[in-house]
């Protein structure tokens, strides 16, 4: 089976939302995302916590409403559901 791969990423412009939502500069969160067959994702679950509830909430908002995959595949080929994880971080640029 190839895996999924993620081929888009939320925009530098929203992580100002994780700043002001958490009041530091950086951190990182811990998710869990399944990649449906068409690339979209959904059911986003807190792996690791950023240590605020509002922040995870946030990341998984922003994960769902951004991030596109390339869908695993299985040995014929065909797109395949897949659960991923990710630990998607913020930080000035």
């Excluded at 986003?44 to 946030?58: F, K, M, N, P, T």
Aim: proline share 8%.
């Amino acid at each position: 089976m190839r895996p999924a791969r993620r081929i888009s990423r939320i925009p530098n412009r929203e992580y100002r939302h994780l700043v002001a939502a958490s009041g530091q500069a950086t951190g990182s969160v811990g998710i869990t995302l399944k990649v449906n067959t068409d690339g979209s994702p959904s059911n986003c679950r807190i792996v690791r916590s950023s240590g605020s509830e509002s922040v995870d909430a946030l990341m998984c908002q922003l994960a769902l409403s951004y991030v596109r995959f390339r869908p695993a595949r299985d040995a014929s080929g065909h797109p395949v559901a897949q659960d991923i994880t990710w630990f998607p971080d913020w930080a000035p640029n």
